[in-house]
């Protein structure tokens, strides 16, 4: 018997950390590189984030808050979205979470039984494959990692164009 679940099998590495450790790479040897992978901004956290952050922080604001988001926090989305977009939102229309894959992955166990069939995009492939669902880029033939990280020849193909060449999606 082993000691982990079979789904930990299912496990490939990210396509999405390949892609961002050749960029680092790349950009380390000094080569101007437009990064497609993880989704960080490639600036520093903004003076006004960061002192909110801390001023959260003295008001004790450190707990454990609502899984989809606090009713604040929804209200300000909500408020954006209607100043900034011109869209009305209701809060209970709003759900806030920590990043795409693990939005993707409550989708896929929230609705993927075993060997239901899914199409996602690149970057969330890993996650339908630990519900026992199958991926259409696998059913094709296609391998989107090697697709994201294969060797091109200028190196700035992989992460500046690669990235949106549609694998799977």
Partial sequence: ???????????????????????????????????????EPDFDTPQFIKDAGIAAIQKGFTKYTAAGGTPSLKKAIAAKFHKENGLEYAEKQILVSCGGKQTSFNLCMALLDPDDEAVEAEAAQVVGHLVGGVGAAEESGDEPAKALVGEAGDGVHDTAQGAGQGHGA
């Fill in 1 to 39: 018997m082993s000691l982990v679940a079979n789904r930990l099998k299912a496990i490939r590495p990210s396509p999405t950390l390949a892609v961002s450790a050749k960029a680092a790479r790349l950009k380390a040897e000094g080569k101007d590189v437009i990064a497609m992978g993880a989704g």
